[in-house]
């Protein structure tokens, strides 16, 4: 994902696993979930697959109240607050598991951005992006 | 610094990289580095190898141009650059 034939993929590629793959706080599948999630569409229209943080495993306030974090970070980390960390903090998680939370949503949400970059570059249409639909509508903070 | 671990719990290579740039810039050191010095092998040591090589690689675009190009995307997203 994010540049795969371009001049700096194996950067992108050490990039990406270092932050999937490394020994943390979090499990990798949860990194990977945060990732794709806030990556966002995917250009071609891709169908976007479902993950573990939009799917079965919702449903419980706590992993609300990440996706929600995640979906801030990726769409405009200047709205964070410390009152958000605040009360993730309160919710359990480590700062570690935050870290690697907010590193893994900032990661796919700047992946997504170059793809759907790149994709425009070519000449291809991508599907409409959350963050342009906020800023219209301006409801959804 | 929100996460406190990431303000003060770094290892000791890098609470020493920490001290020096304090030392030797008379500043408190930025957030960036802090965050890119915790953990390096999770995000940070990739991170500027990856930004070292689209910042100052070899590239059809001047170091000031593509500075300018980051500078204009971080006021796009708010934040400072």
């Not at chain 1, 034939?5 to 499990?27: E, I, M, Q, W």
């Not at chain 1, 919710?91 to 598991?97: L, P, Y």
């Not at chain 2, 304090?22 to 991170?47: I, N, Q, W």
């Amino acid at each position: 994902m994010g540049d795969p034939g371009g001049r700096y993929a194996a950067y992108t590629a050490r990039l990406v696993d270092g932050v999937l793959s490394a020994r943390g706080h979090t499990p990798s599948a949860l990194r990977r979930a945060v990732l794709e999630r806030a990556f966002g569409p995917h250009p071609l229209s891709k169908p976007v697959t479902s993950s573990p943080l939009s799917g079965t495993e919702r449903g419980t306030g706590g992993e609300d109240a990440l996706a929600a974090y995640v979906d801030k970070v990726a769409r405009h980390a200047y709205k964070v607050t410390d009152d958000d960390l605040a009360a993730l903090q309160r919710a359990g998680h480590s700062d570690d598991a935050l870290f690697e939370v907010t590193v893994s949503a900032a990661l796919g949400a700047a992946l997504g951005r170059l793809e759907r970059g790149m994709a425009a570059l070519r000449g291809e249409s991508s599907p409409p992006v959350p963050l342009s639909a906020t800023r219209r509508g301006g409801t959804r903070d | 610094m929100r996460l406190r671990a990431v303000e003060h719990r770094h290892r000791l290579p890098q609470r020493l990289k920490l001290t020096l740039i304090r030392v030797v810039s008379g500043r408190r050191v930025p957030d960036v580095v802090k965050t890119l010095l915790y953990r390096p092998e999770f995000f940070g040591r990739a991170m500027c190898e990856w930004t070292q090589a689209v910042m100052r690689g070899p590239s059809p675009w001047s170091v000031g141009e593509r500075e300018l190009f980051a500078a204009f995307t971080s006021r796009l997203n708010q934040c400072v650059f």
